[in-house]
């Protein structure tokens, strides 16, 4: 009998023993599942200076960097960066192969509906590009000049806005799949009259191209219209991500990294003002 009971009470403390382990086997890989890490897909290209390109076998630029930072402080994602034509990001992302777009993105009201953004991360610093005889400086100067840009993009939204606003005093737009430099070599030639465009990116185009044009930053104290920021864009199934994201950002913003990225990229200090951050 005191054996049976003994066999009885071995067999409960093993049981209990296997038990426990169990559960501690189950604590743990719960721990592992909460610590996955996820891979997200930026796209971006590697020729779009000072935005995202390649210096040596570095890909680097404001964009690039500004991410980079973000994944830091991001222990549950890992950002993975794939080169891409420009043309091809929002492809990439609608197909699902990527997560977020990185290339001096602006808002427009069409893309809003299909994508998510992310808190901006500078204001463009925008140019009026023109031939040197013409030499433009201000917004007015633009008034019932032609300029030509391609579908879709945030400066023919600028544009449209402000033709409603101003039917009196409309700027004539026409859309083109050209490249930037097909267009400031345009602008060059006076077979379009400017070009309204990243100051940076389309000097260094025009550099590279040898085009000569004129560059002036206009005063948009007075022309709100034409006020930009760059932004990441989403994939709308990223909601969470886009918080992440925009937390981080918020921080950079605060300890003054957007401020520091956009001096050595884009030669002053651009970073949105603090209410974008809210």
């Known amino acids: 009998m005191k054996i049976k009971k003994i066999v009885a009470l071995t067999t409960v ?29 930026i796209a971006q290209t590697a020729d779009s200076k000072p935005y995202a390109y390649k210096d040596g076998d570095k890909l680097t630029g404001f964009d690039i960097e500004v991410l980079k930072a973000v994944d830091k402080k991001l222990p549950e994602y890992k950002f993975d960066y794939k080169t891409v034509t420009d043309e091809a990001i929002l492809t990439d992302i609608d197909a699902g192969r990527s997560q977020i777009g990185a290339n001096n993105f602006g808002k427009t009201p069409e893309r809003e509906k299909k994508y998510l953004f992310s808190s901006p991360i500078s204001e463009n610093v925008n140019a009026i590009f023109s031939s040197t005889k013409n030499n433009y400086t201000s917004i007015k100067d633009l008034i019932g000049k032609k300029t030509e840009i391609p579908a879709g993009t945030n400066y023919g939204a600028i544009f449209e806005a402000w033709n409603k606003a101003n039917p009196d005093k409309k700027i004539n737009v026409t859309y ?54 760059e932004y990441f864009i989403l994939d709308n199934s990223q909601e969470k991500l886009q918080k992440a994201v925009n937390k981080e950002l918020k921080a950079l913003y605060e300890d003054g990294t957007l401020a520091k990225l956009s001096k050595t990229y884009y030669g002053g200090d651009y970073a949105p003002s603090a209410d974008n951050y809210k």
């Open 13 to 41: 403390g093993l049981l209990s023993i296997a038990f426990l382990a169990a559960c501690g086997n189950s604590s743990k890989s719960g721990s592992k599942a909460s610590d996955k890490v996820t891979t997200v897909t």
């Open 176 to 229: 083109s799949e050209r490249s930037l430099t097909d267009r400031l070599a345009a602008v060059e030639s006076g077979q379009i009259d400017f070009l309204f465009a990243s100051k940076l990116a389309a000097e260094n185009f025009a550099k590279q191209h040898n085009i000569t044009v004129a560059s002036n930053i206009p005063d948009l104290k007075d022309y709100p219209t034409f006020k930009t920021y």
